[in-house]
């Protein structure tokens, strides 16, 4: 199974589904293959290659749409799958919003996106001494308190294909290569774990063995004598990592599918100021290697750059086909999400000189649990991180939990980070917002 064999299957679905009686036709259809290693105490914890295929076939009849799924590509399943599509289509109620993007949406010439770098001449032994390898050294740095809590590695290449009865068929391969380590510290009956990874489309890109071990140490070492704070209001720094999802809700908030069923906090506040005046936050889908990008969304629509917040005012709401019918707009080219957002300030200081720049404060390394709410914007997670009094850290923080409103959150950030983290589909440096409640002790 490859690309071009796909492209034939997917034009046999849409012409069965045609002759069965189908107004109009979508398929997509995702190719994939890789492999995954994990090393736990220099054994082979686990080992999978995986080769997958998926066929999804949509039906319209008028305003109606079906939709089934197989990873099947034999004759007889492709005709049960069209058969299932067409048969909930007939049943399923009208939808005035339902049908194909417009032909003149579709990025039928798509830019050239470079997403694709296969691991040559990945061998299974050598993955497993390289992983071995990885562990060791880091279990070398600190004989005394360190375990082993794995490590690992996964390469993966993928093909995704989107084609309609209109005549629409385009498709992309891309690469995604990742490695990690895990530890767990153990001192005076503590005992506290982290973890460390890189990933890229690119395996020249990754970091080495060495400086994924050196920072899952230095994580680990540095969460030994967590203890809890009492309630209080306090700055909070939400390091890189962290300020992804502190990100990924303000996303949530202001995709289409939430703005039409006015279950978010962002309703009616396009061309509102949502954030202090000096912060941007721009959506780039074709950066070269960049993890988020794609020439097309979902939809087959082409992806678009576009600024999504400037100088802090709301621009923008993400929009799909569908979502946009819903809100009488065009789509935005985010059928399916976003693509590399970045989030900019030309205020954006080092990590160190924020840290510096509170007198008492927490930085929050991780977040814990799902306590936040996109239609009204309440805010409560559990956090992991340090405390912060004069400028200096003075030692690592759990069991406490933050809380606030998403909509003053937002507004009262106070400063940005230089250093982005070009793991996420989110780029931004770290965050600091100038209170939020912190519950302790």
Known sequence: MNADSLKKIAEQTIQRAKQKGADAVEVDGHLGHGMSVNILNQHVDSLEYDRGKELSVTIYLGKKRGSATTN???????????????????????????????????????????????????????????????EAYALSLNQKCIKSDGTGLNSHETYELIANSDGFMQGYASTS????????????????????????????????????????????????????????????????????????????????????????????????????????????????????????????VYTREKTFIDNGVLKTYFTGTYSGRQLGVPSTGNAGGVFNLLVNSPHAQPLADLISGMDKGLIVTETLGSGVNLVNGDYSKGMVGFYVERGQIQFPVEEVTIAGNLKEMYKHVMGLGIEQDHRYNIRTGAVLIDHMTVAGS
Not at 74 to 95: C, G, L, N
Not at 100 to 119: D, G, H, M
Not at 185 to 213: F, N, V
Not at 247 to 264: E, T
């Open 72 to 134: 099947d590509f034999s004759p007889s399943s492709i005709e049960r799958v069209v058969d299932a599509a067409y048969d909930f289509a007939h049943y399923a109620a009208e939808d005035p919003y339902s049908g194909l993007p417009a032909r003149e949406t579709l990025a039928s010439n798509p830019p050239s996106v470079a997403l694709y770098f296969p691991w040559k001449n990945l061998q299974l032994v050598d993955v497993i001494e390289k992983m071995r390898a990885c």
């Open 177 to 300: 290569h990742s490695m990690h380590c895990a530890l767990i510290a153990e001192h005076q009956g503590e005992m506290q774990r982290e973890s460390e990874y890189t990933c890229s489309m690119d395996p020249s890109d990754l970091w080495s063995i060495e400086k994924i071990a050196e920072e899952a140490h230095r994580k680990t070492i540095a969460r030994l004598g967590a203890r809890q704070i009492p309630t209080q209001t306090l700055p909070i720094l939400f390091t890189e990592q962290a300020a992804a999802g502190f990100w990924k809700y303000l996303i949530g908030a202001a995709m289409g599918g939430n703005i039409y069923r006015r279950s978010s906090f962002l309703m009616d506040a396009l061309e509102q100021r949502i954030l202090p005046e000096h912060i941007s936050l721009m959506e780039r889908p074709f950066l070269y290697k960049g993890v988020g990008s794609a020439p097309f969304d979902d939809d087959g």
